[in-house]
């Protein structure tokens, strides 16, 4: 600190102002003026890392007194680094000393009343304090410090705790809550009652007491209903604070049997084929307390782009996804704007709903700056990597993760309550070196799905990461890393969930003993004709006896005919050979059909897991009889196992599942 500085700081003070100043190197850089000594500081000596690894103590005799604190960096055993290691040794003038270290008992914190003025100077770094138990917590030593700066002598009860709830209580549970009170004023506090009437609770601790400046007292609370309910009372404080003679704190309770899900055994339904079917089935909370859950989809996901990570979110190109996708709306007029300026800087953005990723909720996001979402703690990293990857960031959702800014872009975001998902959209987002137009959307649905979608992208493209990755860095979808892939007016799609079945809702609250109707679609255009497909709904709830339950459904797709061309076209379609084996003369497969009137015609086949192998697409094909060949490179690029063969016309679909042995 310059010798200008260190005088502007002393007419502050002489001016009758407070002052609190935190620095390792306090009491050796202040030399040529009148602050240190207005600190109430004498000296100070360069310290030892060994010297603060036991910790950080109040003073007997001060407003510090009893307090203890652990004194480091972040991770527990962690040797402190330099700056905080070395922290000066202090010798209090006119001041007091109110910080000490255990080892060597070095004075690190000094207090000091001038004649219009009060300061504090502290070589402890606060960050490197970590929170104790009751009023051990930089929270109070702040709170202390302020009364000392402020003047407070008049006594001020304070109590850590301004209300205590027990919240919901299962029956013959008697949780206890810790407070205490505290003086935060220079002159004693008397308390001379305590008051609590109530034979539900039970209150412990003195009844009455005095305490000095600092000193506190702890008190507990006992929840011991004899029935279920709803209990409230008031803790009475009665002392000599003249602002708050009688200091009143609420106790309430709800004692209530827990919420208890009661789902149907399994759920069986016929689907017609080639059509949206809307169902439904009921479930009930037979507990007392309401019950919330949020759903998984397990099932088949039809025609993905791509293998699935192993937690089981799929993704597909859009061209790929066989269900509706979310087209592009320019939320900039509609959406909230958030400050984000220059580079490697994030949004804390809070969520509208709860986010289910990797099977955790999550309430909050990161919004990067350099094109990623994360829900973990890095939200500046300009060096996108490889999915999965331990370096951070994880647990991380990435449409466009590259080295970005925004320049003069900006950031919106827009919650869609009836679609129940939020949008957010980067607008004329630019390259670390401010070339390229990047417009950008990252939609998250209640459901869990994620798309990604793309708007005009102009500039070095096939730099990027796209994907997403778990919070523990060992599972994700790599859907690009430095490749040719994202284009201007295209979208992926990422779903944990089967991609035919739709929840209307996915996360619900249910209401003890009032019957809840789930609704739900399933896209029968994604399924095979005569083929039984089995999916689970999987239940996540605040069940304490059982948070998972799993509904079983079990599917039939049928065929509803509506005239004799339709059953004639079914009755002569055929696939052979099957099982086929290709070699020999055997190098391709022959599908027989009819068909009532001309139509175009597309052949899909797809494997096991719903991913398309082969596509042919005919324009247009006559009335009649026909018989088709697969192209040989259908088998030669395909390994041994089961395929669904798609044969789609202008009015009707055929499904057949074959062997392929090779």
Not at 27 to 41: H, K, P, R, V
Not at 157 to 180: A, H, L, M
Request: hydrophobic share 35%; charged share 20%.
């Amino acid at each position: 600190m310059s010798v200008e500085q260190q005088n502007v700081l002393v007419n502050y003070l002489n001016a009758g102002k407070a002052l609190y100043v935190e620095g390792t190197n306090i009491g050796i850089d202040f030399a040529g003026t009148e602050f240190l000594a207005m600190l109430g500081i004498a000296s100070g000596i360069q310290g030892e890392d060994e010297e603060i690894t036991g910790g950080i103590r109040g003073i007997d005799d001060t407003f510090t007194a009893g307090k203890n604190y652990d004194y480091r960096d972040e991770n527990p055993g962690q040797t402190p680094s330099y700056c905080i290691g070395r922290m000066n040794r202090l010798t209090a003038g006119t001041g007091t000393a109110i910080l000490n270290s255990v080892n060597g008992d070095y004075v690190r914190a000094v207090a000091n009343k001038g004649e219009n003025y009060r300061a504090i100077g502290s070589t402890v770094i606060t960050g490197a304090l970590f929170d104790g138990e009751s009023d051990n917590t930089k929270k109070n030593l702040f709170q202390l410090y302020l009364s000392f700066l402020f003047g407070q002598t008049e006594p001020e009860c304070y109590s850590s705790e301004d209300e205590i709830s027990f919240g919901n209580i299962d029956p013959g549970e008697t949780p206890e809550i810790n407070f205490f009170l505290q003086n935060q004023g220079e002159n004693d506090l008397n308390i001379t009652d305590v008051i609590l009437d109530s034979d539900d609770f039970v209150l412990t601790g003195a009844e009455s007491a005095s305490l000095v400046f600092g000193e506190s007292i702890p008190y507990s609370v006992q929840l011991n209903p004899n029935e279920t309910g709803i209990f409230s009372v008031n803790i009475e404080i009665h002392s000599n604070d003249p602002e708050e003679p009688v200091k009143i704190i609420p106790v309430s309770a709800t004692v209530q049997y827990p919420p208890q899900l009661s789902i149907p055994a399994e759920e069986v339904a016929d689907i017609k084929f080639g059509e949206t079917n809307y169902l439904n089935f009921n479930l009930e909370n037979t507990g007392e307390a309401d019950l919330s859950y949020w759903t998984r989809i397990i099932g088949l996901s039809v025609n993905a782009s791509g293998d699935p990570d192993n937690y089981g979110y799929n993704w597909w190109k859009a061209s790929d996804y066989p269900g509706e996708l979310s087209e592009w709306n320019d939320i900039s007029e509609i959406g909230d704007l958030h400050p984000m300026n220059g580079s490697n800087t994030f949004y804390n953005l809070e969520l509208p709903f709860l986010f289910p990723f990797y099977g955790k909720l999550k309430t909050n996001v990161k919004v990067s700056s350099n094109g990623y979402l994360t829900f973990g703690r890095d939200g500046i990293d300009y060096s996108n990597d490889e999915i999965p990857n331990s370096i951070k960031p994880n647990d991380m959702i990435a449409p466009f993760w590259d080295d970005l800014k925004s320049n003069s872009g900006d950031l919106y975001s827009y919650f869609d309550e009836d679609g129940k998902k939020i949008i957010i959209q980067y607008t004329n987002w630019v390259f670390y070196n401010e070339t390229g137009n990047l417009n950008f959307q990252v939609i998250l649905h209640q459901n869990g799905d994620i798309e990604f979608l793309y708007g005009n992208m102009d500039g070095e493209l096939n730099e990027a990461t796209v994907g997403i990755e778990n919070a523990d860095a060992d599972d994700g979808l790599q859907i690009a890393y430095n490749q040719d892939f994202v284009e201007s007016n295209t979208s992926v799609f990422i779903s944990p969930n089967a991609s035919f079945i739709k929840l209307d809702d996915p996360q619900a609250i249910v209401e003890a003993g009032v019957p809840f109707t789930v609704n739900y679609a399933v896209d029968g255009n994604q399924l095979a004709l005569n083929q039984s497909y089995n999916a689970e709904i999987e239940f996540y709830s605040n069940d304490p006896d059982d948070s998972l339950k799993t509904l079983p459904l079990t599917l039939n797709v049928i065929q509803v005919a509506n005239d004799n061309d339709i059953a004639e076209y079914k009755s002569e379609a055929n696939i052979y050979p099957n099982p086929f084996i290709a070699t020999g003369s055997r190098a391709n497969i022959t599908i027989s059909f009819s068909l009532p009137e001309d139509s175009p015609v597309e052949i899909g086949v797809y494997n096991i897991k719903g991913q398309k192998v082969y596509e042919q697409k005919i324009p247009e094909i006559k009335s009649g009889k026909h018989i088709l060949e697969l192209k040989s490179e259908f088998s030669e690029r395909s390994v041994s196992g089961i395929y669904f063969v798609n044969l789609k016309t202008q009015t009707n679909r055929l499904n057949k599942k074959i062997l392929l042995v090779k």
